[in-house]
Structure formats: C-alpha cells, structure tokens
C-alpha cells in the first residue's frame, strides 16, 4: 500500500471513530438535556435524532471494520505473545463487545420508534449513549496504545 494510500486509510478510521464518539456525545446530551427529550423519538414518521445517529453509527462502523483491516494489513501481522499483539487482542475483544452491546441498543431505538417513550425508557437511553461514548473512548486509549506504544 502506498503511503498516500495509508494516510488515507488512517483518516478515514480516526474520522470515523470521531464521528460516533462526537454524535453518541451529541445524542446523549440532547437526551438529557432536553425537556422534549422524548419528543426526538415519538417523531411520527420523520428521523429521530437517536434513529439518525443509528443510521450513521452502522455505516460507520463498517468503514471501521474496512480501515481497520486495512490499517492492520500496513503493519503486518502482529506476534500473538508480542505486547503490540496482547494490546491488539485485547482491543478488538473490547471492538467485539461495543458492537454487541450497540446491537442491543438500536434494537432498543428502533421499538421505541414512532412511540411515546416513559422517562424510565428516555433515561436508558440516555445511559445507553453515555455508554458508548466511554466505551469509544476507551477503544480511542487503546488504538493509541497500538499506535504510538
């Protein structure tokens, strides 16, 4: 791959891990902060905010899983025992368990759609994109990690 190439690959993959931390922060706050909170989901037929941000957050991430492959392709690969490859692994346990528990929460914001949601239910996801937030920024510590030891 050329260099052009790899920087390329790169921005895309930071580009995109800043787009979902920045739009679950964005989602959160407007769920919290909000007195119509639950007015951005009842949406009655148009996009909510939460419904948006899954949209983006699903095409996103599978720009991630190309970049990502695509960035571990540039560095070769990495010796399971070497602490590079411990730090890898643990990583892309961490990237397995973020999409897991993102999965959950879509499936969360696709039921509330077109619906009136209970505080109880706003609150949760209101958590729900805090979560991921923290998660994104512990994955962000970890690929930092890898990229600079």
């Known amino acids: 791959m050329s260099l052009a190439s790899s920087l390329l690959v790169r921005f895309v993959h930071v580009s995109g891990m800043a787009l979902i ?3 679950a922060v964005f989602v959160w706050a407007a769920l919290r902060t909000s007195d ?4 951005r989901l009842a949406d009655g037929g148009r996009r909510s905010l939460a419904t948006t ?13 190309v970049t990502g492959v695509g960035n571990l392709g ?8 070497t602490r590079w490859g411990t730090v890898l ?15 959950v929460r879509t499936l969360v ?22 979560a ?4 994104v920024l512990v994955l962000v510590a970890l690929a930092e990690v890898l990229a600079h030891g």
Request: net charge positive.
């Open 109 to 130: 914001v696709l039921r509330l759609r077109g619906e009136r949601p209970s505080a109880s239910q706003s609150e949760l996801l209101s958590k729900s994109y805090g």
């Open 21 to 23: 931390f920045g739009g």
């Open 132 to 135: 991921t937030a923290g998660v």
């Open 36 to 39: 119509r909170s639950t007015e």
């Open 74 to 81: 540039t560095l070769g690969p990495p010796g399971p025992t």
């Open 89 to 103: 692994t643990v990583k892309l346990a961490a990237v397995i368990v973020f999409v897991l528990g993102s999965f």
């Open 53 to 65: 941000y899954e949209w983006a957050f699903w095409g996103t991430m599978g720009l991630l899983l």
